[in-house]
């Protein structure tokens, strides 16, 4: 990436996690340190993956994009032009804004780049979550609708939908939801004897929604572009996604289990012990090694384990103590989860090479893990399963609002909506805080607060484009004191109604393509909605 590029976290390298985060997808849209959602969550950052993605979007050079789950996985069909797919939903409660722009513009890219491209109105939610009537969601759906097709959505190459008028992704929630429990619920969201059910059915329907993708030709790598708060829904379907699998398929090295940690300290001993009886200079045949379970102990018990792994190696110690003369040689192993007699069959069939066959699972010795994964999903998919894949996942920035603090739809003064008036938008770039000093002397003098300003995310965010150049400008003019709060919003407001007006006029043309579309936004629903 390119480092002169501004960022909007300033370029700071990860902080340590300061405290603990909640992630609700129906709160408060924010969060107080980004750090800590490595630490809490898994989210990986989106730095470790940026090299792999050419041609990169804005949103990722600058850093709005932080983090990912397994994103490697579609950057790296992008890159092979093999099959990919992006989708993300809009919840139709209000005026779509600039915050959901970030995804609107998201979910184009990755169409442009060859994917298949999804968007849906998530109007199960908004009846269940937010008691939304009918009526009222229409009309912002068609306003989501009239945005993303006016900001270069392909609706001919992609996808539109309606979670209330899908019935493949209704009957994939249905499945999905008998691997779904109640005390997930809790744990995950919050959820409690108050909540009520239809809310939960929406969420096994959002499930639905992120693997749809994967029922529309064969399973493959898919991307969710969404903001941080969403994780629990992607979190959700990714355990789903396997739990609905025929088979599980791990590395093994003898007849008993590992987790993931203890096979990685196996790993290490069985590699040195091995390195060692070939010869250093040897290839290592796994079939002719003479390595044993006690003797990976022994060399365990004498090995200083990364910090990330070492509570691990008492559990790991144990098993190959217990393993005593046991053979230790590297395999793939198929778990049967949820396959039919038949299935099972097939896939002994399909293995290829050395294998042994028990009850409840199958041992390949010439099979890599990702031969494996490929084989299993064959066999599953050919038996009428799903063979899905994990979802993949990005994760952008929140927006600050124009008045500080949070970006809030119930604020008209915080956010812009893409229906404003353009001389509105550009009447609240002009009042919006800015990180700028009290007097223009001191802003000459110490310079202004790029990274804690609303104005400096407009022009990174959405103003400036695909055009780094003015960002750079934009951020090194603010910290350097040659540029004042004045000048800079007024550029700002002035970019802000060009862009309203560009957009509204193209929403406009947009009207006679929606309307071509087979999407119904005049339902004859009738219900009174959840939450009130």
Request: charged share 35%; hydrophobic share 35%.
């Amino acid at each position: 990436m390119d480092e002169d590029t501004p960022r909007t976290d300033g370029g700071t390298e990860r902080a340590e996690p300061a405290e603990d985060v909640a992630l609700d997808p129906w709160g408060s849209a924010s969060v107080g340190d980004y750090a800590d959602l490595f630490e809490e969550f898994g989210i990986e950052a989106f730095d470790d993956v940026a090299d792999d993605v050419t041609d990169p979007h804005y949103l990722m050079r600058r850093g709005v994009i932080f983090g990912h789950r397994e994103y490697d996985a579609v950057a790296e069909a992008m890159a092979n032009d093999e099959p990919f797919a992006a989708l993300s939903g809009f919840m139709p409660t209000g005026d779509p804004h600039i915050g959901h722009k970030l995804v609107f513009d998201e979910i184009i890219w990755h169409q442009r780049q060859g994917g298949d491209a999804f968007g849906l109105i998530a109007d199960l939610e908004a009846h269940s979550a937010r008691g939304m009537s009918w009526d009222e969601i229409d009309e912002h759906a068609r306003n989501y609708l009239l945005s993303l097709l006016a900001l270069g959505f392909d609706a001919e190459e992609g996808e539109l939908y309606r979670q209330s008028d899908n019935r493949e992704v209704q009957d994939l929630g249905f499945e999905l939801g008998s691997k779904a429990n109640f005390s997930e619920f809790e744990a995950i969201y919050g959820f409690d004897g108050e909540t009520n059910i239809s809310h939960m059915q929406s969420v096994i329907t959002q499930t639905a929604d992120i693997l749809y993708p994967q029922l529309v030709d064969e399973p493959k790598p898919t991307v969710i572009p969404v903001g941080p708060d969403q994780d629990p829904h992607v979190r959700l379907t990714r355990d789903l996604a396997t739990r609905v699998r025929y088979f599980k398929v791990t590395e093994a090295f003898a007849s008993f289990e590992l987790d993931d940690d203890e096979r990685q300290l196996v790993r290490a001993a069985y590699d040195a012990l091995a390195a060692g009886s070939a010869g250093d200079d040897a290839e290592i045949d796994d079939a002719e090694t003479d390595v044993r379970c006690e003797d990976a102990a022994e060399w365990l018990a004498d090995y200083e384990p990364p910090e990330s792994v070492s509570e691990a190696k008492s559990g790991a110690l144990d098993k190959l103590r217990s393993g005593g003369k046991e053979p230790l040689r590297p395999r793939v192993r198929f778990f049967d989860r949820n396959a039919t007699e038949e299935a099972f069959e097939a896939l002994i069939e399909a293995v290829d090479g050395e294998k042994r066959v028990f009850e409840g699972h199958v041992d390949a010795f010439e099979l890599t893990r990702g031969e494996a994964e490929s084989v299993a999903r064959e066999v599953e998919i050919d038996h009428d399963g799903f063979g899905f894949r994990q979802p993949s996942s990005i994760y952008h920035r929140f927006m600050t609002g124009l008045t500080g603090g949070k970006m809030s739809s119930s604020v008209p003064a915080s956010h812009i909506s893409l229906l404003d008036d353009p001389e509105d938008g550009y009447d609240k770039v002009r009042a919006a805080t800015t990180g700028g000093r009290d007097t223009a002397e001191e802003q000459r003098e110490l310079g202004g607060e790029a990274d804690e300003c609303p104005v400096y995310e407009l022009y990174a965010y959405l103003l400036a484009g695909d055009d780094d150049e003015l960002t750079k400008t934009v951020y090194s003019e603010c910290v350097n004191g040659e540029r004042l709060c004045g000048g800079c919003k007024e550029q700002a407001a002035e970019l802000m109604r060009e862009f309203l007006e560009d957009h509204q006029e193209k929403r406009e043309e947009a009207e006679e393509l929606l309307d071509d579309l087979d999407i119904d936004l005049d339902s004859d629903r009738r219900g009174t909605g959840g939450e009130h």
